[in-house]
Nanobody, 118 residues
C-alpha cells in the first residue's frame, strides 16, 4: 500500500505560480520501482494527466502545460512536486497525486484545489 497526501493548492491570480507537494509513504515505496504523477479534474470534465515520471525517469506532460509546469521528486524525503508557472483560468481544477509500479494510476491522494481567478 502507498499513501499519498497533497498540499499547496489555493487561489492564485492569472499569471501567478504555485507549487504543489505530495508526501508519499508505504513500506516498499521508492522511486526506483514506482512511477508518480499529477492529474487534475475540472468540474464537469474527466480526470486528465498533467505530468508524470515513470520509474525509469521518463517524463511526460500534457500539451496544455508544457513549458509551464514541472514535475520533480525528492528521493530522500519521498516527495513529489508540481511547479506551476504562468497559471491560467483553465488550469483551475482539483489536482491529484498518483503512484503505481512503474507508472502512476494505482494509488491516489485526496486532491488539492487550485483556483486561478482574478
Amino acid at each position: 500500500q502507498v499513501q499519498l497526501v497533497e498540499s499547496g493548492g489555493g487561489l492564485v491570480q492569472p499569471g501567478g505560480s504555485l507549487r504543489l507537494s505530495c508526501a508519499a509513504s508505504g513500506t516498499n515505496f521508492n522511486f526506483d520501482s514506482y512511477g508518480v504523477g499529477w492529474y487534475r479534474q475540472a468540474p464537469g470534465k474527466q480526470r486528465e494527466l498533467v505530468a508524470s515520471l515513470n520509474s525509469r525517469g521518463m517524463l511526460d506532460y500534457a500539451d496544455s502545460v508544457k513549458d509551464r509546469f514541472t514535475i520533480s521528486t525528492d528521493n530522500v524525503k519521498n516527495m513529489v512536486y508540481l511547479e506551476m508557472l504562468s497559471l491560467k483560468p483553465e488550469d483551475t481544477a482539483v489536482y491529484y497525486c498518483s503512484a503505481g509500479i512503474f507508472r502512476p494510476g494505482v494509488y491516489w491522494g485526496q486532491g488539492t484545489q487550485v483556483t486561478v481567478s482574478s
